[in-house]
């Protein structure tokens, strides 16, 4: 069965705000850091946002600061993105991904969803 499922996804105009949800079946996921990868056409899969298992920390890649934020809710297990003023350029598929803090930064985990499409179109 799959350990992380992403799910919000879909087709939108630029500037429209979406929010993708990432349920974990981990029982370790409270003190799991967790993060939002995502990977466009011809593009490596790049660090969205991360955030601590305490969630005290929340990093952004520079593109999207400003404009997205993840969060987590421990209760329901789920690690959330949310994404305002969406734009051309955001159009890609969409990881999750357990990790952790280590040496000040996010490493990425071998656990992944399998990923949902956002397309951003006119």
């Known amino acids: 069965q799959a350990q992380l499922v992403e799910s919000g996804g879909g087709l939108v105009q630029p500037g429209v705000s979406l929010t993708l949800s990432c349920v974990s079946s981990a029982s370790t996921f409270n003190s799991d850091a967790m993060s939002w990868f995502r990977q466009a056409p011809g593009k490596e899969r790049e660090l969205v946002a991360s955030?601590?298992?305490?969630?005290?920390?929340?990093d952004y890649a520079d593109s999207v600061k400003g404009r997205f934020t993840i969060s987590r809710d421990n209760a329901k297990k789920t690690v959330y993105l949310r994404m305002n003023s969406l734009k051309l350029e955001d159009t890609a598929v969409y990881y999750c991904n357990r990790g952790a803090y280590i040496g000040g930064g996010y490493r990425p985990g071998r656990v992944w969803g399998q990923g949902t499409q956002v397309t951003v179109s006119s």
């Open positions: 955030l601590t298992a305490t969630d005290t920390r929340a």
